[in-house]
């Protein structure tokens, strides 16, 4: 290639690069309440798919409720769940976030229906408050970041009994 063809390639990737770096500073963060609700929605999703990878990464490596449930055994829990046949369907009602700078409170009323074949059965139907933390995580492996995490969760005794 030419000096000239160098020169125009060089010119184009900074114009394309200052473009990028343009559209990305002028995008507004989401709000802490656009990332709880995405969450939110993220382990609806992961519950209905039967998704234990994407229902567990809402989930706190530190998660511990009042009935002394802790993120380990949460998973073998999730894990039989989801091994149950049929189609899990979860409804989130009334979502109250109250923000409290690096920990949160949702209180919402949760139901849990499972759909086989022949029948749909109401698993779980009942008030809940979960309580999240914003966790110090990575993204892209390097970017230091902060995400919000599920660390305990009133109301689900009822789903135990």
């Known amino acids: 290639m030419k000096r000239s063809s160098w020169i ?6 900074t114009a394309l690069a200052a473009l990028a770096v ?6 507004t963060a989401p709000s ?3 990332r709880i609700h995405a969450l939110l929605v993220k382990g609806q999703t992961a519950i209905e798919r039967k998704d234990l990878k994407a229902a567990m990464s809402c989930v706190s490596r530190d998660y511990q409720d009042a009935n002394g449930l802790k993120y380990d055994a949460l998973r073998i829990q999730a894990i039989q769940a989801f091994q149950q046949e049929g189609k899990y369907d979860v409804v989130l009602e009334d979502a109250a976030i109250a923000l409290a700078g690096d920990k949160a409170e949702v209180t919402t009323t949760v139901t849990i229906s499972l759909a086989t074949q022949t029948t749909m059965s ?3 139907s009942s008030p809940l408050r ?3 933390a914003r966790e110090p995580a990575r993204r892209w492996l390097l970017i230091p970041t902060k995400i919000w995490k599920i660390v305990r969760i ?5 789903l135990q009994e």
Request: no cysteine; hydrophobic share 45%.
């Open 32 to 34: 802490d309440e656009d």
């Open 154 to 158: 009133d109301g689900i005794t009822a």
């Open 22 to 27: 343009s559209k990305l500073s002028h995008r």
């Open 130 to 132: 979960i309580h999240l």
């Open 122 to 124: 109401r698993i779980f």
């Open 8 to 13: 125009t390639v060089i010119v184009i990737l």
